[in-house]
């Protein structure tokens, strides 16, 4: 099975950036695509980015043009997937998980928060 560890959240200023960090180990050859979710309080956990195992990338609007997703080659038993997040807005404050597809349990997700 595939276990996940999110990191790389904080606090930030309105307009500024932040780079999130997956690491995915365990059984990472069952994996066919990573991607970045968020989770508002009050609200459901939605997809904001995806990338594939062939590269190819989708985003949601709210954060198209702002996010990026990439990945490093897996090393050993680690595949890393990021999400660096520009130009942010009080509306991306959010705790952020990755999962994969087939999904597995969730990690413990990392917070971002936007200020004003």
């Known amino acids: 099975q595939v276990q996940l560890e999110e990191s790389g959240g904080g606090l930030v200023q309105a307009g500024g950036s932040l780079r999130l960090s997956c690491a995915a180990s365990?059984?990472?050859?069952?994996?066919?695509?990573m991607g970045w979710y968020r989770q508002a309080p009050g609200k459901q956990r939605v997809l904001v980015a995806l990338i594939t195992s062939g590269g190819s990338t989708n985003y949601a609007d709210s954060v198209k043009g702002r996010f990026t997703i990439s990945r490093d080659n897996a090393k050993n038993t680690v595949y890393t997937v990021y999400l660096q997040m520009d130009s942010l807005k009080p509306d991306d404050t959010a705790a952020y998980y990755c999962?994969?597809?087939?999904?597995?349990?969730w990690g413990q997700g990392t917070q971002v928060t936007v200020s004003s």
């Open positions: 999962n994969s597809i087939p999904g597995v349990p």
């Open positions: 365990g059984s990472i050859f069952s994996i066919n695509a």
